[in-house]
């Protein structure tokens, strides 16, 4: 199994990368994300650390349950060999209506076939009021002409 395009990155296949990664993640389908990942692929998520693509797709599950009207925005930071440094922004909202924005940065390693083996995440989260939303598209795949995290000053 591959996953074009594969390392070493240019300025312009890192790019690729990581809009193909937004586009899957906004997608919120657990196994099809997972397939992005080699089998045995290593996370580190928050505080939490997940081990293939089971656990991997568990993680996905249990998230988007949780973080209703998920929507993300991930910007390339830098790109060298076979690495990627991503920094994203993500809404959403709880159960009871309250609405979040969260703010991240991952470090990205892939094998040759494209496939990401290992990803280290740091988030926080910080409550906004629903007026203060900026990620309002309709679909899960944000629209080729809404602006990225430089332009909205995130």
Known sequence: MSRP???????????????????????????????????????????????????????LKRKWERELEYRLIKELWAFRDNRIAVRFVYEWRDQTGQWFRSHGNENWEFDENGLMRYRAASINDQPIPAASRLFRWPEKQRPDNHPGLSALGL
């Open 5 to 59: 395009p594969f390392p070493p990155f240019n300025a312009e296949t890192a790019v690729q990368k990581v809009r193909l990664a937004e586009d899957a993640w906004n997608g919120q389908d657990p196994e099809k994300v997972a397939l992005a990942y080699t089998p045995d692929s290593q996370w580190r998520n928050r505080s939490e650390f997940i081990h293939g693509r089971e656990e991997i797709v568990t993680f």
